[in-house]
């Protein structure tokens, strides 16, 4: 009997979120010929963000559109959901493993007795199985499950699944729109939210990620890192040695009690290597750690390795990079 799929994706400044353009892969990687992807988007004004998401291989997206919806709010976005669960009956629900992701999927779990895996960085089939990846312990471990029944909720890491790409015959999903009455009855309301990093790439999406440690040694030592991420479109991150010592905002932590992050580069300036720093990041595809002490633990992670004062060598990587770029 085919199934169907159901992919809640989330939108930030007008744009869709490419994790949950992965997780949509995931729900393609996991539905068989004949089952259905549905995509939800909540929110307002949201005709553009359907149309766009229309342009991938869905049967049908679902906009459901109120005030209410306009910020993230875990009791608006469970009833609004819940009818679009309980008609499509889904096999299966995937989420970006995002700080939404993760306050949303298991309440929604919790509702339709679903089990879940959470952080999931790879799907493999194995015989008639399908194995869900995903890194234990800070990343010293990986566990592989499966489901035993439906349904099933998964949320999946940013930057490790491929993100979906557009249907390649110019088709396009059916659209359904749905006004969602506004609720009197909420327990809380969203009013605003205040982004400290307005306008600036997401951490926890950047393909390019410049790090700075307590070696940066102030806020002002940070500019310099600053401007190559913005030269390379990357974002800038810290250590907790960084964060603890207010030379940059919590936002910016990568580590076990940070951000996970696994972009395409790496760049660590001034960061011993702790392992709780390396839990953050130790994914990323090419490290790349710039540290006067030749001992720092870093270098063990580090695919290229750079000993030397960040404040000569940061400028320096600019300069070739704006040349190379020109
Ligand atoms: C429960 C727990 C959770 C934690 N969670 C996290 C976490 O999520 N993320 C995290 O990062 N840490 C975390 N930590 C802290 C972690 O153990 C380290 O203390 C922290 O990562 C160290 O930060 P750092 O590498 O910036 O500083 P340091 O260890 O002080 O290293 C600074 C480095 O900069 C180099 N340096 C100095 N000057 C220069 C220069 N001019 N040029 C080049 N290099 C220079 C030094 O050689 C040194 O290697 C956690 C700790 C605990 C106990």
Do not use: W
């Not at 309301?189 to 390019?208: C, S």
């Not at 750690?289 to 320096?316: M, R, S, T």
């Amino acid at each position: 009997m085919s199934k169907t799929y159901l992919i809640v994706a989330e939108h930030r400044d007008g744009k869709l979120r490419r994790v949950s353009l992965e997780a949509l892969r995931a729900a393609t990687d996991c539905a068989d010929a004949g089952d259905e992807i549905h995509a939800a988007l909540l929110g307002e004004g949201l005709d553009s963000l359907a149309a766009e998401l229309a342009g991938y291989a869905l049967a049908q997206v679902h906009a459901i559109e109120s005030e209410e919806l306009r910020h993230y709010n875990p009791e608006a976005y469970v009833r609004a959901l819940m009818p679009l669960l309980e008609s499509l009956r889904p096999a299966g629900l995937f989420l970006g493993h995002t700080a939404i992701g993760r306050d949303l999927a298991p309440a929604l779990a919790a509702r339709l007795s679903a089990g879940q895996i959470s952080d999931v960085t790879a799907i493999e089939r194995d015989g008639g199985n399908i194995v869900f990846v995903r890194p234990l312990y800070a990343g010293k471990a990986i566990e592989r499950k499966v489901f035993t029944a439906y349904p099933q909720v998964v949320t999946v890491r940013a930057s490790n699944i491929p993100a979906a790409e557009p249907r390649a015959d110019g088709g396009s999903a059916d659209i359904a729109k749905r006004a969602e009455a506004p609720a009197a009855d909420l327990r809380t309301v969203v009013r605003e939210v205040v982004r400290k990093t307005a306008g600036k790439i997401d951490l926890a999406e950047a393909r390019i990620v410049v790090s700075g440690g307590r070696g940066v040694k102030s806020a002002e030592g940070f500019r310099p890192l600053e401007e190559l991420a913005g030269l390379l479109g990357g974002a800038v991150g810290a250590s907790r040695g960084a964060c603890d010592a207010g030379y940059c905002d919590y936002g910016l932590q990568i580590g076990q009690t940070g951000k996970v992050v696994t972009p395409e580069i790496y760049i660590a300036c001034g960061i011993s290597g702790a392992i709780q720093h390396l839990a953050g990041m130790s994914g990323s595809r090419i490290i790349v750690a710039i540290n006067k002490d030749p001992e720092a633990p870093i270098f063990q992670i580090a695919d290229f390795g750079i000993v030397g004062d960040l404040f000569e060598v940061v400028p320096l990587l600019t300069q070739a990079f704006r040349q190379a770029l020109a």
